[in-house]
């Protein structure tokens, strides 16, 4: 079946520092990839997607690169701040049927510091 | 505009009582999805409706879970005989229509089985 598999957290980091969160996915179809935020005290939001391979999907300086060759899909930002601390999911959707649903990993939270 | 509502945001109950999750979607989405998020990992598919009907309730655990939308639009999640094992953050998803859509998800309800 289809899976998803990030790094473990908390990933502790000082403001301004960078980041990385590792993805890898596993799936019987072509995926689209997905990086979902949930800020403390708040619902699931989306923060970036990619639909094909060599895209790169991005929203408040966060980036993501769908690697195919690798099964990976990263979450970086060039600077973090203590605003950005929050638990990230991965996930990724397969079309199936004329739908797809989230196969989501365990989230990693972040927690920045000033 | 208004995003997916829960209600309640919180619900405690006995183990073997019966309780009932509302989702309220986004105005127009034809597509409501719900998950289930357990302590430390990601959130779950359970049950996928396009309009009234349920296209896929692959996930739902057992036959104690059970969930409606019977005019196409708000959606109840009614699960039977609780059990501690049931504890855990419902949320709920819904989108424009279905392949490749964005889902938006809902704040979730809490809910703990004593």
């Known amino acids: 079946g289809d899976s998803v598999t990030q790094m473990e957290g908390p990933v502790t980091l000082s403001e301004e520092a960078f980041l990385t969160i590792n993805c890898t996915y596993t799936?019987?179809?072509?995926?689209?990839l997905f990086w979902y935020v949930q800020y403390p005290g708040e619902g699931l939001q989306l923060l970036l997607k990619?639909?094909?391979?060599?895209d790169k999907g991005s929203n408040k300086g966060f980036e993501a690169t769908y690697r195919k060759e690798t099964t990976s899909f990263h979450l970086e930002k060039g600077s973090v701040q203590v605003s950005d601390s929050a638990v990230y999911f991965c996930a990724l959707s397969v079309l199936n049927s004329g739908y797809s649903t989230l196969t989501f990993g365990k989230g990693t939270m972040l927690l920045v510091s000033p | 505009g208004a995003g997916v509502s829960q209600t309640p945001s919180n619900k405690v109950t006995e183990k073997g009582k019966y309780v009932e999750l509302r989702c309220d979607p986004i105005s127009g989405h034809t597509a409501l999805y719900w998950y289930r998020q357990s302590l430390g990992q990601g959130p779950e598919f359970l049950i996928y409706?396009?309009?009234?009907?349920?296209?896929?309730d692959s996930g739902l655990p057992n036959d104690r879970f059970f969930a409606v939308r019977p005019e196409g639009s708000v959606s109840t999640l009614k699960i039977q005989r609780t059990e501690r094992g049931d504890s855990a953050v419902y949320l709920c998803?819904?989108?424009?229509?279905?392949?490749?859509?964005?889902?938006?998800f809902g704040p979730g309800t809490r809910l703990t089985v004593l």
């Open positions: 998803a819904s989108s424009l229509r279905v392949a490749g859509d964005t889902q938006y």
């Open positions: 990619a639909t094909k391979a060599d």
């Open positions: 799936a019987t179809g072509y995926p689209s």
């Open positions: 409706f396009q309009g009234t009907g349920a296209a896929d």
